[in-house]
Each structure stands twice: as structure tokens, then as C-alpha cells.
């Protein structure tokens, strides 16, 4: 069974030659050109994973629109977002509405094939049978106010739901693992199932901080460790 991406870019020589190339690589590709396309399809079929543009036709800021959209008829879709737009603002936008990586513009067709195919990694492992004597008991786990549910990939802090991506979660299972041990950034993108630059990994890291500290405003159980990654202080 092939692979289907949607590709929702307005320039139509980019929407163009990157539908050629992904075809190529043996993918299905279905392309649109504005949100309200994409958004009408997405809303009958669902693709494997989506490659969204930030600025879409008139819409400056219409991929954020159809990302946030998207993640909500699809929480564990993976969505990249692939633009020429380099603030670092951008970047943590799209992460915090429930992307999963960031792609610029300039880079070569095989490291946006890397970042892909980790992705479709993730699906493998998402869509993987337990074996049946897993025990209910290692679903779940509590580490003082931290619950986490592994089986429905939630997360809760203070018996108050976090509001995270499918990336955010398993980079939160792999700091909690050993409270006090330094995880570094390869570390947390191997446990999140994708392969993405440091500063994606640092946005989302801000992003979980932030999620956490919508609950509670002291909270300060994530520390950074200079040039070396991050690690969870259990203080509760």
C-alpha cells in the first residue's frame, strides 16, 4: 500500500516540483493550494502525513490556521511544516499548534526525506499491536503530580490535563526516565521518533514548559544543561 502525503503550497512551480520529487521517491501526492482546499479534503480523507506552507495565497499566517485545524481532526497525524519563513517565532508557532518539525525552504531533497521517513517510522510504531500480555499497569505511570498514560498518550499534571503534541509526549516519557540523568537532544529525538535539528527539539521543550506552566505557574521541573541536553527534577 503506497504512502500518501498532501502538499499544500500556493507556488505552483514549488507545489509542482516537490509533488514530482515525492512522487519519484514512490509516494502518493495529493496537492493543494490554499486552506480552504486542503481543509475540505482533510475533512473526507485523511492523508499519512501533511507537508504545509506557513503563508498560504492571501492568508499570511493560513498554514498555522489549517495546521491547528488538522492537529484537531487529527491528533496524532504527523505534520511538517516546510517554508522560507526563519523567525524563531514562526518556529515555535507552528511547533505549539501541534506540528512536528520545522523545514526551511533551502534544504536538499534528501534531508527532507530523512525527516519524513522518521515520521513514517512513528506511524509504524503508533500502529504496532502490544502483544497481549502487556499489564495494564505499565500503561500508566505517576511520578509525584505527573501522570502519564502510555497507552492513550496523555499526559496529566496536578490531575489537570497537558495539552501536548504526540512529539511533546514522548519527549516528556524519555526526560521523566531516570529523573536527574541529562537527555540529550539526539536522545529525545530517537525516543520522540523523528530526526529534526537541535532547535526543533529546543522549541518543543519550551513549548512543554509552557503547557505545564499554564497549570502552574511555579513550575520548574525541566532544566537545561548547556551544551549537553535536558533533565527532569522530580521536586514534587
Not at 7 to 12: A, L, T
Not at 85 to 103: K, N, P, Q, V
Not at 122 to 131: D, G, S, Y
Not at 172 to 182: A, D, H, I, K, S
Request: proline share 3%; charged share 30%; aromatic share 8%.
Amino acid at each position: 500500500m503506497s504512502i500518501k502525503i498532501a502538499f499544500v503550497e500556493d507556488d505552483e512551480i514549488i507545489r509542482n516540483n516537490y509533488s514530482e520529487i515525492l512522487t519519484d521517491e514512490g509516494f502518493e501526492v495529493v496537492v493543494f493550494s490554499n486552506r480552504q482546499e486542503a481543509m475540505n479534503y482533510f475533512q473526507t480523507a485523511l492523508p499519512d502525513i501533511a507537508i504545509l506552507d506557513v503563508g498560504l495565497q492571501e492568508e499570511r499566517d493560513g498554514g498555522f490556521r489549517l495546521c491547528s485545524d488538522l492537529r484537531r481532526l487529527a491528533p496524532k497525524l504527523p505534520i511538517i511544516f516546510l517554508t522560507s519563513r526563519d523567525d524563531e517565532i514562526d518556529r515555535i508557532s507552528g511547533l505549539r499548534l501541534g506540528a512536528d518539525d520545522y523545514i526551511m525552504k533551502d534544504a536538499s531533497i534528501n534531508f527532507l526525506m530523512v525527516r519524513i521517513e522518521a515520521l513514517f517510522h512513528r506511524i509504524e510504531v503508533i500502529t504496532q499491536r502490544e502483544p497481549p500480555e502487556l499489564k495494564i499497569e505499565q500503561h500508566h505511570s505517576e511520578l509525584g503530580a505527573l501522570r502519564l498514560d502510555r497507552k492513550l498518550l496523555k499526559a496529566a499534571w496536578k490531575n489537570t490535563p497537558l495539552d501536548l503534541s504526540l512529539t511533546q509526549f514522548w519527549i516528556l516519557c524519555e526526560l521523566v526516565t531516570n529523573p536527574g540523568e541529562v537527555k540529550t537532544c539526539d536522545k529525545l529525538m530517537h525516543a520522540a521518533h523523528i530526526c529534526v535539528e537541535p532547535n526543533t527539539i529546543t522549541a518543543h521543550i519550551k513549548m512543554i514548559r509552557s503547557r505545564f506552566r499554564d497549570i502552574d505557574g511555579d513550575f520548574d521541573c525541566i532544566k537545561t544543561e548547556r551544551s549537553a541536553g535536558y533533565r527532569w527534577l522530580d521536586k514534587h
